[in-house]
């Protein structure tokens, strides 16, 4: 299965473009662009020094469809430009044998549960990285890493993680809420950037640093009191449980 080859009909597809023409009259990000054609062209370019304007664009799609009362639109169009990633995810989803037909229905099915779940304000860069990988650990252990992290950050004294019951445990759930910006447990975007992107995310202090324009060490030290503050509101929260 060629997921882009399957999708390749959102270049022609009248409601795609009544979408992209709707969203291109909402937000101004799309202003250089002439019609749909030329937005996906771009789209597919090397990101280069572009990025930003990509990630942009991209969540401007994400709130469009967010809204949107009719998705499908919208889903088909960003599945389309996301189809390089989602081949890879399916792939390794079928290496074990899987059948394709089923892990490919599973899989677009949490992909638009992270598009729907995607913090926008929260998660502004890298927005095609993080929506792979909101659904690979949907699909797949999106629970372990939440489990691995929050062993990370020393989950509070004497409470045990557990996420294998039917009712997950507050420390889980308050985690999640975190993660999916529901709760940003009284921390900035900045704070928030600094400890989900490198506990979670793997992106090194100094990359951090450098993206938010701040000085090595005083990345560390938010960090630091980040985390700290975010046990003492997790704590505070578990004893008034």
Known sequence: MDIKKQFNFVSNDHQVNEFFLALKRQAEVF???????????????????????K????????????????????????TYLLAPGLQSILMKSVSGGGDLTEEWSALWSEFFQSIQRYPLTNRPHKVAANLLFDTHHRNKNFTKTQQDWMRRIEP????????DEEEPSLDFQLASALLEGEDDAGLNIIDLDLVISSRVYGESMK???ERLGLDYHNALKRRNRAEKHLRSYWRRTIEED
């Open 55 to 78: 990630d942009a664009c991209l969540l401007a799609l994400i709130g469009g469809i967010q809204t949107a009362d009719n998705k499908a639109p919208g889903l088909n169009l960003l």
């Open 207 to 209: 990359s951090l640093a």
């Open 156 to 163: 509070v004294e004497g409470r045990e993680l557990k996420t």
């Open 31 to 53: 202003d250089c662009f002439t019609d749909l054609l030329d937005f996906t062209g771009f789209m597919y370019r090397s990101a280069g020094k572009n990025f930003e304007l």
